[in-house]
């Protein structure tokens, strides 16, 4: 099956400070979808980025399809933006979300 | 007005008890799904619902069976519950097979 491959698998920032998270895929994909698990364990869709860029707020992803891998950007940092961010992509041909181990991210104050 | 929702939010049994969980979406989709996560965070899908009817099912053990009674509700039965049951199920909807997933808050499950 696919291969999804997230890095860092675990990040500390000082508040303030951006940082860049990536996600590689092994195999072509219809989906791809960014969440953040927040410490009380909800997911919450951060964007649906199969291919191109987005933008929300701080938080802006890419996506390069051709070349297989997505980045998602954190910038000025909040504490409140820390948690677990999965990436979760659906394989060409299939039709459930398979995902990435996470990069776990502790902002400190 | 919750997109999808799960009841309950927590769960904690003996082993060997049935227990079910449920799951609603009020977003019009037509797939839903079921998800587990373990432990260590890892997330990987059990069951995938398409208008009612079953479209994938992972390798999971008899003892869980899916039950869509219409499109908006998915509910997940487990029987004779294990120790290795423990995790938290998360349930998902999505207009299409591709289309962005949209989860619920999950499900803790603990096993005694």
């Known amino acids: 099956g696919i291969q999804v491959e997230q890095s860092p698998p675990d990040l500390i920032l000082q508040e303030g400070a951006n940082s860049t998270l990536r996600c590689n895929f092994s195999?072509?994909?219809?989906?791809l979808q960014w969440f953040h698990q927040n410490p009380w364990g909800q997911l919450i869709n951060l964007f649906y980025?199969?291919?191109g860029t987005k933008q929300n707020g701080r938080l802006s992803a890419t996506t390069v399809a051709t070349e297989r891998y997505s980045l998602l950007y954190i910038s000025s940092s909040q504490t409140t933006d820390s948690g677990v961010y999965f990436c979760?992509?659906?394989?060409?041909?299939?039709?459930?979300?398979?995902f990435g181990k996470g990069t776990m991210l502790l902002v400190s104050p | 007005d919750t997109a999808v929702s799960q009841t309950p939010k927590y769960l904690v049994t003996q082993m060997g008890n049935d227990k079910s969980i449920k799951c609603e979406q009020n977003?019009?989709?037509?797939?839903m799904y079921w998800y587990k996560q373990d432990s260590k965070k890892f997330l990987k899908i059990m069951f995938s619902?398409?208008?009612?009817?079953?479209?994938i099912n992972e390798t999971v053990p008899n003892r869980f069976s899916p039950k869509s009674p219409d499109k908006a509700h998915l509910n997940l039965h487990i029987n004779s519950l294990e120790l290795g049951d423990s995790a938290v199920y998360f349930c998902?909807?999505?207009?299409?097979?591709?289309?962005?997933?949209?989860f619920g808050p999950g499900t803790r499950l603990t096993v005694l």
């Open positions: 998902a909807s999505s207009q299409d097979r591709v289309n962005t997933q949209y």
């Open positions: 195999d072509s994909v219809n989906n």
């Open positions: 980025i199969p291919s």
């Open positions: 979760a992509v659906v394989p060409s041909g299939y039709s459930t979300l398979t």
């Open positions: 977003l019009g989709h037509d797939t």
């Open positions: 619902y398409n208008n009612k009817e079953l479209i």
